[in-house]
């Protein structure tokens, strides 16, 4: 466990998320095999940019889980060898790190179960031990999901997939994470970017809550971006680069839709 364990509040990182309290790095939308589905690549080809950038993040925050929140897979009705010799490189890194993995499926996802020898979740809870209230009652509790459906449990916090928010600044389309503190059932909503360079990702900058199209985005105006300034982003870099990043916050759409 990481001695960030111990802190308080998320850590915001390259398309991905530490959740101190529950020791765990949350990802989502790796569309592993859209490099295979499509003409789309990246310079060291998917699997590597994948596996060397997870690899970068888990080195960095050292998390006893690493969750997967959805869209594990690309292609509906198959998961190829290639496909699935990748998802097992992922699993290696994880384990010889120390860091359990959990796939949580997404709408991609519906082959999944027919080539993975684990388990895929439909939705994953975290405890966040180090969060209790004043009286030590009640534990604070992370939902994992997708995003694509409601969640049947209920949460402190949700994090979701499932949109690949990006957002434009003076032409510049960055990807970006969406905090809505208490939008979702009282609950406060996480929106991850894809995980995935091979996305382009969609700007939310004048997206209206029905365009979302996720049961958990209940008020867009709400949801607050946060972009990581990471010299890794684009550059295929990974090593070094967690100790570059900075987390840039931005006010919710509402009021940004009217600075720009």
Known sequence: ????????????????????????????DLHVGRGEASAVSLPLGERADLTDRLGTLLDRFDPGTVAVAGDVVHTFD????????T?????DACETRGAALELVAGNHD????????????????????????????????TVVCHGHEAPSTDADRYVIGHVHPTIEIEGDRRPCFLRGPGTYRGG??????????????????????DAFDSPLVTDA??????VVDSPSEGSGRGADAGDAEEALRFPPLGEFRRLL
Do not use: K
């Open 1 to 28: 466990m990481s001695d960030r364990a111990h802190e308080s509040g998320p850590a915001f990182a390259d398309r991905a998320v530490y959740l101190p309290g529950a020791d765990a790095l949350v990802v989502a």
């Open 78 to 85: 198959r998961v190829t060898d290639r496909t699935l010799g």
């Open 87 to 91: 998802l097992n490189a992922l699993r």
């Open 110 to 141: 519906t082959a999944l179960p027919s080539r993975w020898d684990g388990r895929a979740r439909e939705e994953f809870v975290l405890s966040e031990s180090g969060d209790r209230d004043a009286d030590a009652t009640h534990v604070a509790r």
């Open 188 to 209: 406060d909503l996480l929106v991850l970017p894809a995980f995935t360079r091979l996305a382009p990702g969609v700007a939310v900058n004048d997206m209206r809550t």
């Open 221 to 226: 105006d709400r949801l607050a971006p946060v």
